[in-house]
């Protein structure tokens, strides 16, 4: 039976994704049942939940045994592990995929983190994902540093979709946005057919109040309100760019698709806050929401809607920001640290997968 308040929620407007992966939940059926009973139409993955998945599941041995056979360097064992759960779930939701001709059912995999300040390296993997996965549902995140922003227009220059991460303020979605409407530019020049172009951009949520809270007064009337005034502005600033009166005109012309906006970082860190907060603030038409397992699980028991959030909102998130500023919050500071952060966490993880995967290597025999 199909879960009520997911429904709503995806009736709304607003794509229901899940943010986590493993083989478990693929031969489970678990990430099947999910879309069939909670409205999930896409997987987002990062190192953190493969290194999770891989640490803690058995259900990786045989397929671990043979890409070790194939190659025990573990850059190519990983390679071959994440891509294996990331082709077959792309496979699981191809269904999806065609339904909503491209908007849906997608699964994002991860150019390596190590590689956020090194454009050339990241338009070259996200190349080589793109050929190892092989699927058209498939998704190659990318972070909006400096460096990424000119990897997203080359890669989607190449015809391939993209999910920008690590995104903290409508500055830099703005950036991101301009990144993706010049690749879109690019792919025409080349001849590629953009309607069959699709990108997402993940704006961070629940960090940038964890990071403000810390900096606030306990008592503070401002606490836990960042985080979504900051994204709403994003949907400001999406509402200008894509305005087929400006740039995005000829694009639209030619087939060409917005780049949807994306909450990521939905898990509320803060247990005084509702922990549906990050879904029932952020509802509108157009967008995704991307929830680990916990806060899916929370909107499905009681999440409420009360219409759309996010649009009309534009001036009282402009106060929220600007009395911030006022109590002394360096918001340009707060953002840089957090896209520093993110960087920081994820090359950490991945060298956590890393880790993981070379001790499991090591009690697989040579030979084996």
Not at 45 to 72: C, G, H, K, M
Not at 82 to 107: W, Y
Not at 151 to 161: N, P, Q, S
Not at 344 to 358: E, G
Request: hydrophobic share 40%.
């Amino acid at each position: 039976m199909t879960n009520a308040n997911l429904a709503a929620l995806s009736a709304a407007g607003v794509s229901v994704w899940l943010d986590d992966l493993s083989r478990q939940l693929l031969t489970s059926g678990e990430l099947e049942k999910r879309m069939s009973t909670y409205s999930v139409v896409g997987v987002t993955t990062n190192p953190a939940i493969f290194q999770a998945a891989l640490a803690d599941s058995s259900a990786y041995e045989s397929a671990l045994t043979e890409a070790v056979r194939a190659d025990r360097d573990v850059d190519s064992v990983v390679r071959s592990l994440t891509t294996a759960d990331v082709r077959d779930a792309c496979d699981l939701l191809a269904g999806v995929f065609e339904a909503t001709d491209g908007v849906d059912g997608r699964v994002s995999l991860e150019v390596d983190p190590r590689l956020a300040e090194d454009t050339e390296g990241t338009v070259a993997q996200a190349v080589e994902l793109s050929d190892v996965v092989d699927r058209p549902n498939l998704m190659i995140k990318i972070p909006a540093t400096t460096a990424g922003l000119p990897a997203i227009t080359e890669v989607i220059g190449r015809g391939i979709d993209v999910n920008v991460t690590l995104i903290f303020s409508a500055e830099q979605y703005r950036a991101v946005a301009e990144a993706y409407l010049s690749g879109l530019e690019r792919a025409a020049d080349a001849g590629h057919d953009l309607s069959r172009i699709h990108s997402v951009a993940s704006v961070f949520v629940s960090r940038l109040d964890t990071e403000i809270d810390s900096r606030l007064p306990g008592d503070s009337a401002l606490r836990g309100r960042a985080g979504l005034a900051n994204a709403r502005l994003c949907q400001d600033v999406y509402d200008e760019v894509y305005d087929t009166t400006g740039r995005f005109g000829d694009l639209a012309a030619r087939g060409a698709h917005p780049q949807r906006l994306l909450w990521a970082s939905t898990g509320v860190k803060d247990p005084a806050y509702p922990d549906t907060l990050y879904i029932s603030g952020l509802v509108t038409h157009g967008t995704v929401n991307t929830m680990p397992f916990a806060t899916m699980e929370a909107f499905a028991d009681h999440g409420q809607l009360q219409g759309d959030t996010v649009r009309g909102t534009g001036e009282a998130s402009r106060e929220t920001l600007e009395a911030l500023r006022a109590e002394g919050i360096d918001l340009d500071e707060v953002f840089s640290l957090l896209e520093r952060q993110g960087v920081s966490k994820f090359v950490s993880a991945w060298d956590d997968l890393i880790s993981t995967v070379t001790a499991r290597i090591d009690e697989i025999p040579s030979g084996s």
